[in-house]
Nanobody
């Protein structure tokens, strides 16, 4: 199994910045894609950004130019640097990893527990 632990959420004023971190641990054999989704109350979960082990990135339109995803493959850790935050960015942010692990067949997606980001106006 794979566990994901997130950190870095909190309260920030509009225009401010936050950096989220997410570390994957467990009997990991390989990690392919790592990324972030977010969910606001009453709304569906939506993609924020992803990054493959090879370095390819994908961003939601709302994140382009403001958010940067990075990862440390050796540490199985993904980061999300969020700048120019707006009240509309207030959500629970979830990291995920697509990974293979010992005793579990095939590639599976694992999710973190979520971290709250609140942007005040």
């Amino acid at each position: 199994q794979v566990q994901l632990v997130e950190s870095g959420g909190g309260l920030v004023q509009s225009g401010g910045s936050l950096r989220l971190s997410c570390a994957a641990s467990g009997n990991i054999l390989s990690v392919n894609v790592m990324g972030w989704h977010r969910q606001a109350p009453g709304k569906p979960r939506e993609l924020v950004a992803t990054k493959t082990s090879g370095g390819s990135t994908n961003y939601a339109d709302s994140a382009k130019g403001r958010f940067t995803i990075s990862r440390d493959n050796a540490k199985n850790t993904v980061y999300l640097q969020m700048n120019s935050l707006e009240p509309e960015d207030t959500c629970v942010y979830y990291c995920y990893a697509e990974a293979t692990s010992q005793g579990v067949g095939g590639l599976r997606r694992y999710w973190g527990q979520g971290t709250q980001v609140t942007v005040s106006s």
